[in-house]
């Protein structure tokens, strides 16, 4: 059975940082593409970074902020959070593709996280 639980949420001031994890179990995170999507209230979920076999890809709207990164022997996915801006505000969800190929479409995605909160406030 396929689990993604999401952690490191938090509330942060713009400018700071956060750093999400995914933890993986029930398949091979190497056979896999993850996406990391987000929510903010009244918003359609957006697709924000993803890594596969095949690189990283990232929204504009976070390219030189969020780094994605993944460790396949413990089964986690990161995503690096640096200069957050109010507008970051969301909940964000990881998901599993099991393609080599990512995409930043939620219809391509299977499985699913349930999402941490990030909230970007002074």
């Known amino acids: 059975q396929l689990q993604l639980v999401e952690s490191g949420g938090g509330l942060v001031q713009p400018g700071g940082s956060l750093r999400l994890s995914c933890a993986t179990s029930?398949?091979?995170?190497?056979?896999?593409?993850i996406g990391w999507f987000r929510q903010a209230p009244g918003k359609e979920l957006e697709g924000v970074s993803c890594?596969?076999?095949?690189?990283?890809n990232y929204a504009d709207s976070v390219k030189g902020r969020f780094i994605i990164s993944r460790n396949n022997p413990k089964n986690m996915v990161y995503l690096q959070m640096d200069s957050l801006k109010p507008e970051d505000t969301a909940v964000y969800y990881c998901?599993?593709?099991?393609?080599?190929?990512?995409?930043?479409?939620?219809?391509?995605?299977?499985?699913w996280g349930q999402g941490t909160q990030v909230t970007v406030s002074s």
């Open positions: 998901a599993a593709r099991r393609f080599y190929v990512c995409t930043h479409s939620s219809a391509d995605y299977g499985s």
């Open positions: 029930g398949f091979s995170l190497g056979d896999y593409a």
């Open positions: 890594i596969s076999r095949g690189g990283t």
